[in-house]
C-alpha cells in the first residue's frame, strides 16, 4: 500500500523525506488555511521536494467551468501535481475533461460507494473516500471502504486507486490495508504513531545498558 502525507507543512514532509514511506502528498484548503502560508508557493515548494511522487492540490470553484480554469493553472505548476476535484456533478465533470488532457485527478469528499463508482466511470485517477468523517457521524467508514475496493475489483475497465482519507489512527491505516485499498493519505501524527511500540522502547532501554555493561565499543 502507497503512504501520502495528508499535510501542508512543508516542514512536516522535509522530516519524514528520508524515511523512504512517503509515496505522495495531499493538501487540501483546511490544510492550506492552518499551515498560514500562500497556496501555490506551498505546493511548488512541495513539487520540488518530491518531483516524481503525485501531490494533490485542490481546486476552490464550485462550478466545472471555473475548477477546469483552477485545474489547468495547478496542473501548469508541475508534471506531478494531481488536481483534486469535490465530489459533485460539476466536480465529475471536470474529472472528465482532465481525464481526457491525460492529466491526473484526485476526487475528493467521497462519502458512498456509489460516489466512488461514478469518480471511477468520470475518469479519476484516485478517489478519496473519508473514513474520519463517516465514523464520526455514526457510521463506520472502513464499511465502505471494503465495498469500494470490491466493487473496483469487479471490473477491469475501473483503475481509479482507493485512496483512503481522513485517517484519524493507526487502526484506520490497517484495516485500510488488510482491505487491499491502493493508498492511505496519513496525517503527520499518525506517521509518527504507526511506528511507536512500548515494547520496543523498553527493549531497546534494555539493549542499551546491557551493551554498557559490556565496556565494548563498536
Ligand atoms: O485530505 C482530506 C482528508 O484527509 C481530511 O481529513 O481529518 O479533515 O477529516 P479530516
Known sequence: ?????????VDEIKKLLDSGLIDGVTTNPSLIMKSGRDFIEVI?????????????????ANDSKGMIAQGSRLADISSNIVIKLPLTMDGLE??????NQKIQ??????????????????????????????????IDGMEIIQS???IF???????TEVLVASIRNPMHVITAAEMGADVSTIPPSVIHQLVKHPLTD?????FDQDWAKTGQTL
Not at 44 to 60: F, Q, Y
Not at 108 to 136: I, N
Not at 202 to 206: E, F, P, R, T, V
Open 1 to 9: 500500500m502507497k503512504f501520502f502525507i495528508d499535510t501542508a507543512e
Open 44 to 60: 511548488k515548494e512541495i513539487s520540488a521536494l518530491l518531483p516524481k511522487n503525485p501531490i494533490s492540490a485542490e481546486v476552490t
Open 94 to 99: 471536470a474529472c472528465h475533461y482532465f481525464y
Open 105 to 138: 485527478t484526485n476526487v475528493t469528499l467521497c462519502f458512498s460507494s456509489s460516489q466512488a463508482l461514478l469518480a471511477a466511470k468520470a475518469g479519476a485517477t484516485y478517489v478519496s473516500p473519508f473514513v474520519g468523517r463517516l465514523d464520526d457521524i455514526g
Open 148 to 150: 469500494i475496493v470490491q
Open 153 to 159: 475489483a469487479n471490473y477491469a475497465s475501473l483503475t
Open 202 to 206: 523498553k527493549g531497546l532501554a534494555a
